[in-house]
T-cell receptor, first 113, second 113 residues
Framework: KAGVTQTPRYLIKTRGQQVTLSCSPI?????VSWYQQTPGQGLQFLFE???????NKGNFPGRFSGRQFSNSRSEMNVSTLELGDSALYLC????????????FGQGTRLTVV | GNSVTQMEGPVTLSEEAFLTINCTYT??????LFWYVQYPGEGLQLLLK?????DKGSNKGFEATYRKETTSFHLEKGSVQVSDSAVYFC????????????FGKGTKLSVIP
């Protein structure tokens, strides 16, 4: 079956702009999580959605937001971009979201200039 | 809070050498433990997991045992190959409604012929 699909793969944005990233989970998976990966901080949890409800949120400013649609596809939005937002953003899907295997997409590489 | 500590890398080994990557954790309750692997330009792939104390996860020649008494989940492989070169991440899911993975910083492994 198809894996987790993230679009776009690469993005270059200017400081102050906003950006929307998309994630299509594996068919049948209802949990989608987002992570930010940087060389300095490693992998940090952003938020998790299940059946259109946010169940958990990491320690990120309000500029980072997300949502999930009825078909389980998810988007995350970052407003007022800062240079420090440059990172690889990874999406993961799982059947239930806890203690089960999370399948990761290839990520979206965001560069803020 | 939850945390995962991995041995610092990078680690460079010759082909057929024995591999150990240390991982210790701090968590409340009874977490599930995971090893993920990330190849260049890719997302994360689950390598193995263990969900309770004394469980041994294994896959592709890699093994790790959940040791509650030492809060450890060390990754081992008896004979590494060049194709094992990647970054390895130890992670935990504390369950109890957390719906998130907490990752270590990652250990880069390079295997030379």
């Amino acid at each position: 079956k198809a894996g987790v699909t993230q679009t776009p793969r690469y993005l270059i944005k200017t400081r102050g702009q906003q950006v929307t990233l998309s994630c299509s989970p594996i068919s049948g998976h209802r949990s989608v999580s987002w992570y930010q990966q940087t060389p300095g901080q490693g992998l940090q949890f952003l938020f998790e959605y299940f059946s259109e409800t946010q169940r958990n949120k990491g320690n990120f400013p309000g500029r980072f937001s997300g949502r999930q649609f009825s078909n389980s596809r998810s988007e995350m939005n970052v407003s007022t971009l800062e240079l420090g937002d440059s990172a690889l953003y990874l999406c993961a899907s799982s059947s239930s979201g806890t203690n089960t295997e999370a399948f990761f997409g290839q990520g979206t590489r965001l560069t803020v200039v | 809070g939850n945390s995962v500590t991995q041995m610092e890398g990078p680690v460079t080994l010759s082909e057929e050498a024995f591999l150990t990557i240390n991982c210790t954790y701090t968590a409340t309750g009874y977490p599930s433990l995971f090893w993920y692997v990330q190849y260049p330009g890719e997302g994360l792939q689950l390598l193995l997991k263990a969900t309770k104390a004394d469980d041994k996860g294994s896959n592709k020649g890699f093994e790790a045992t959940y040791r509650k008494e030492t809060t450890s989940f060390h990754l081992e492989k008896g004979s590494v190959q060049v194709s094992d070169s990647a970054v390895y991440f130890c992670a935990l899911d504390s369950g109890a409604g957390s719906y998130q993975l907490t990752f270590g910083k990652g250990t880069k492994l390079s295997v030379i012929p």
